[in-house]
Nanobody
């Protein structure tokens, strides 16, 4: 069992930056690939980025590629999402999730553990 807690959300102006953290407790987080998803009001949850267990492989949604960077520190059981050049369209609740699946899937159905989410609001 893995417990995930997100932090770092907030209100930022367009063009600004935020860094989200996802702290894992329970079984060692390095056993799991980790992803970030987001859900805006009235929209479905969508894939944002993911990182493999070792951090050697990453994947990004086209909408955030070049602006967001996912990384992990397994010694701290923490995964980060550095978000730069934020746009109002990035406004959403951001969730981190862990998967036992080998590789780094994009489908939320393949993630086994979820955090409660952190709100990111980007003002224009």
């Amino acid at each position: 069992q893995v417990q995930l807690v997100e932090s770092g959300g907030g209100l930022v102006q367009a063009g600004g930056s935020l860094r989200l953290s996802c702290a894992a407790s329970g079984r060692t987080s390095s056993r799991y690939g980790t992803g970030w998803f987001r859900q805006a009001p009235g929209k479905e949850r969508e894939f944002v980025a993911s990182i493999s267990r070792t951090g050697s492989t990453t994947d990004y949604a086209d909408s955030v590629k070049g602006r967001f960077t996912i990384s992990r520190d397994n010694a701290k059981n923490t995964v980060y999402l550095q978000m730069s050049n934020l746009e109002p369209e990035d406004t959403a609740v951001y969730y981190c999730a862990a998967t036992r699946t080998l590789g780094i899937p994009r489908s939320s159905l393949l993630f086994d553990y979820w955090g409660q989410g952190t709100q990111v609001t980007v003002s224009s």
